[in-house]
C-alpha cells in the first residue's frame, strides 16, 4: 500500500458504528491507496484498512468488506493505472464504499467533481460502474446503516 492507509486515532471514540456517524461528525471519509502491480491482495488490505475504523460486529462490517474487495476487482478489470484508491465515505444517509483510479479527487458529498455526478454506464453485481470525463474509472457500493437494536443511548423498553 501507497502512504498512510487511514486517518483515524487509534486510540480515540469509534468513529463510525453499525448504527451511524458518532456525534457532531455528520460526514466522514478514510482513504487507502494501492499500487496496481500490487494487485488484488493490495486491494482487499486498502478495503481491511478503511473498514477498521467501524466500530461494529462483523455482521455489519463483512458486507461493507466484502463491497470494498468486489470494487476493487471490478476496477482492477477496468482500468490499467499504476495507482488506486478504496474510499469509505460515511453520511447520515448510509456508507459509501469506492474503488477508483482517481488518486486525486475526493468523494466528498458536495463535490462536483467525484463520483456521484458522473453518468452511471453499467452495474456489474451490484456496483455502480462510472467513467469520468477524464477517463478515471469508479466503481461505487452504497449501503445503509443497519440498525440491530435501540441506538446508542436509547433507553431500552421492558
Do not use: Y
Not at 488490505?45 to 473498514?51: E, L, W
Amino acid at each position: 500500500m501507497v502512504g498512510t492507509p487511514v486517518r483515524a486515532s487509534s486510540d480515540g471514540p469509534a468513529l463510525l458504528t453499525e448504527h451511524g456517524l458518532m456525534e457532531p461528525v455528520r460526514e466522514m471519509e478514510f482513504t487507502a491507496h494501492f499500487a496496481r502491480q500490487d494487485g488484488e491482495f493490495a486491494a482487499q488490505a486498502a478495503a481491511v484498512a478503511v473498514t477498521q475504523v467501524i466500530d461494529a460486529p462483523v455482521s455489519f462490517v463483512s458486507p461493507v468488506l466484502d463491497a470494498g474487495c468486489s470494487a476493487s476487482r471490478c476496477l482492477l478489470a477496468r482500468s490499467a493505472a499504476d495507482a488506486c484508491r478504496i474510499v469509505l465515505t460515511a453520511d447520515p444517509s448510509g456508507i459509501t464504499v469506492a474503488a477508483t483510479d482517481d488518486v486525486a479527487v475526493p468523494l466528498d458529498a458536495g463535490d462536483p467533481a467525484g463520483a456521484k455526478n458522473l453518468p452511471l454506464l453499467a452495474v456489474v453485481d451490484g456496483l455502480n460502474v462510472h467513467h469520468g470525463p477524464d477517463g478515471h474509472v469508479w466503481v461505487v457500493w452504497k449501503g445503509s446503516w443497519r440498525r440491530t437494536g435501540p441506538p446508542p443511548g436509547d433507553p431500552v423498553q421492558p
